[in-house]
């Protein structure tokens, strides 16, 4: 029986919906929610209410004789999707336990369930977190004859990453490395043999990672004919969530499943595609219409968070965009004030003024935790952190750990450390147990060494780490005599770069945390004053953090835009809108880049509901000395009426940024 036979059947039996949609949507999710069968994409806007578009839909087709069992809901977290069916289950009375419903990778455990002898594997085959995976993989380096004293191939942590990326983009791991990772491209036939050993391995040992349970799901939709028309046939509804977060593994999925009736509702906002360093692709939202032919456009514009002048500058700003769905976010809320633009002198005075405007609105009866400081990139923050601390002005980061907390920063600081003070244990243990090979009874005994008497070059180490241990000694002899900033320099430049770029996944932001603790050292003449400030500053920190939970957690939030999205807040400040460093440097590169920034501006705007500043230092101090910054493109963008333009005491020339 066809759906629209059931919808019309449904209607005649004369019992009619027991929910008064027309009272509680507006016009535009009233048409999303009551549109026929068919492909359907949904525009939403920010703060348009595009979850209760989604539950309402859900109701709508329950109430109209399609069977729970055959709506299949998609979402990007097991907590949108609980949101979502648990808000259904208290407007009907039906029972919805037989509708599937939650993030890609449950519903591809629970097909996997049902058909693992389709690609191989027992049903109750295990499925392994991040470090089991990670573990695997470096049992397959041995199996594929890697040298482990080979410092510069990348560790397991970064195959994982490598191997996932692959996984996401339907693509090589040759691919990945040429794109992301370019340092590795010299052992591009190894990290493929070790990635076919680590599948091998997997399959023998009945174990899956997380991306097997959507790569396995998707390759039986698409090699297995029967199979596919009996999911086509159970999911008659597919309800997408974030659609424009998909990757090429998600999207495909989302096709494949969908694609013989083609009644796919796809809802998300083109404009808040932000995640291509994940895999996500703006197109698959954009080219959704030609995908699936017939497709009805509904638009949700009417925004219910954020004051109409907030909204005007969104809306200006994303309309410099050539590739997108046009549209118009109309504000609910009455009038306000224009959002603020301020020119500050440098780093230190960008971080003063935000600071003493966080103090002045918490005066004025403004939550602390309704405050957000959102930024580019991480390290852009560490200015505004120092000066927080100073302050005594609680906050949290939910964008990773305070500055001063990060491994790599500790890492650096305690190359410096030893080089000042060879008595300091701490330091020599941190150091000694990064090398391959090293872990605590090793430490111990090569520091049981040094307190006989031996000179840091004299040590028995294991066989793993001793070629590491003599560079990072030859870096230790570099360090003498120079100043904080050359010798942070000198460790970067070191062994020490190298080790994060084979360590971490995300290279490139931990070396952008480092070269801002280089600009950071340059006020320093003194390596132990230099030193001494990082200590003091990170049990600050610390001690700030607990007082503000002892207050009953009332903070400042820290985030990265990207951390922010979906999250909203009553005033927020976005700083450091430099060109290079908002938008990001590398990101400029290509016309996709530019126009992904510019969304991410655009999602930083409409966090906020009351009050938005944006932020731009004169000058940023850098190991070449003072630099002066040009203001962000997108800030040039905006018209002059759309903002007020701020002048702080003391910032040069404030005012001229368009």
């Not at 059931?6 to 929910?19: F, N």
């Not at 005075?349 to 609105?361: C, H, K, T």
């Not at 780490?465 to 320099?489: I, R």
């Amino acid at each position: 029986m066809s759906v629209e036979y059931v919808l019309r059947e449904t209607a005649r039996s004369g019992d009619g919906p027991t929910i008064d949609y027309a009272k509680e949507l507006n016009s535009e999710q009233l048409e999303a929610v009551t549109a026929p069968p068919g492909p359907m994409l949904v525009i939403a806007g920010a703060g348009s209410g595009k979850t209760r578009t989604l539950t309402y839909r859900v109701a709508w087709l329950v109430e109209h004789g399609v069977a729970p069992e055959n709506i299949l809901l998609l979402t990007f977290t097991n907590k949108a999707s609980k949101e979502m069916l648990s808000r259904v289950a208290s407007l009907l009375p039906h029972d919805l336990s037989r509708l599937w419903g939650g993030t890609f990778h449950h519903i591809g455990n629970r097909i996997l369930r049902r058909h693992a002898e389709l690609v191989g594997y027992a049903k109750d085959y295990t499925i392994l977190d991040r470090e089991d995976a990670e573990d695997l993989i470096s049992a397959s380096l041995g199996e594929a004859g890697v040298d482990p004293k080979n410092k510069a191939f990348p560790k397991p942590q970064v195959l994982a990453e490598i191997f996932s990326l692959a996984a996401n983009h339907r693509t090589t791991c040759g691919s990945i490395l040429k794109n992301q990772f370019g340092y590795f491209t010299e052992f591009e036939s190894w990290i493929t043999k070790v990635g076919e050993i680590y599948q091998r391995r997997k399959k023998e040992s009945e174990a899956m990672d997380y991306d097997d349970l959507l790569t396995l799901p998707l390759r039986l939709l698409e090699q297995e004919g029967e199979l596919r028309e009996r999911y086509r046939a159970r999911f008659q509804h597919v309800l997408v969530d974030e659609y424009q977060d998909t990757n090429r593994l998600q999207s495909d999925f989302v096709d494949a499943i969908g694609g013989g009736h083609h009644q796919i509702m796809a809802v998300g906002d083109d404009a808040q595609s932000i995640y291509s360093w994940r895999g996500a692709k703006v197109e698959h939202i954009l080219t959704f219409p030609q995908r699936h032919p017939g497709t009805k456009m509904v638009r949700l514009e009417t925004n219910y968070r954020s004051i109409p002048q907030i909204l005007d500058l969104a809306n200006h700003s994303i309309s410099h965009n050539p590739k997108q769905f046009p549209k118009n976010l109309k504000a609910v809320r009455e009038a306000g004030v224009k959002p603020a633009v301020v020119a500050l002198e440098d780093g230190g005075q960008q971080a003063n003024f935000v600071a003493q405007r966080i103090l002045e609105l918490h005066e004025e009866g403004a939550n602390l935790s309704d405050i957000a400081i959102l930024y580019r990139a991480h390290f852009h923050a560490m200015e505004m952190q120092l000066e927080l601390t100073r302050r005594n002005i609680p906050y949290t980061i939910t964008s990773g750990l305070r500055f001063f907390e990060q491994a790599h920063i500790k890492d650096v600081a305690a190359h410096l450390r030893l080089a000042i003070n060879p008595k300091d244990e701490v330091a020599f243990h941190r150091m000694a147990k990064l090398l391959p090979g090293v872990g605590p009874k090793s430490a111990t005994k090569m520091w049981n060494e040094v307190q006989a008497g031996k000179g840091l070059g004299q040590l028995k180490v294991p066989e793993k780490g001793a070629q590491g241990w003599s560079q990072m000694v030859q870096t230790l002899g570099q360090l003498n005599g120079k100043e904080p900033a050359e010798q942070v320099k000198i460790v970067i430049d070191g062994s020490y770069g190298d080790y994060v770029k084979t360590r971490y996944a995300n290279a490139t932001n931990r070396l952008d945390d480092l070269r801002q603790l280089e600009d950071y050292a340059n006020g320093f003449t003194d390596t132990a004053e230099f030193l001494a400030q990082l200590a003091l500053l990170g049990n600050t920190e610390t001690e700030v953090a607990g007082r503000s939970r002892e207050e009953g957690g009332e903070a400042v939030k820290l985030s990265t835009i990207h951390q922010a999205k979906g999250l909203e807040y009553g005033t927020v400040f976005v700083i450091m809108l430099c060109e290079g460093m908002f938008p990001s440097g590398r990101s400029m590169e290509t016309q996709e880049g530019e126009e992904e920034e510019r969304r991410l501006f655009y999602v930083a705007a409409t966090r906020a509901k009351d009050e938005l500043y944006l932020t731009h230092p004169r000058v940023r101090m850098g190991k070449g000395g003072d630099a002066w910054q040009t203001p962000s493109r997108f800030l040039n963008e905006l018209s002059k009426e759309l903002v007020n333009v701020w002048r702080v005491k003391g910032a040069a020339g404030t005012g001229d940024w368009s």
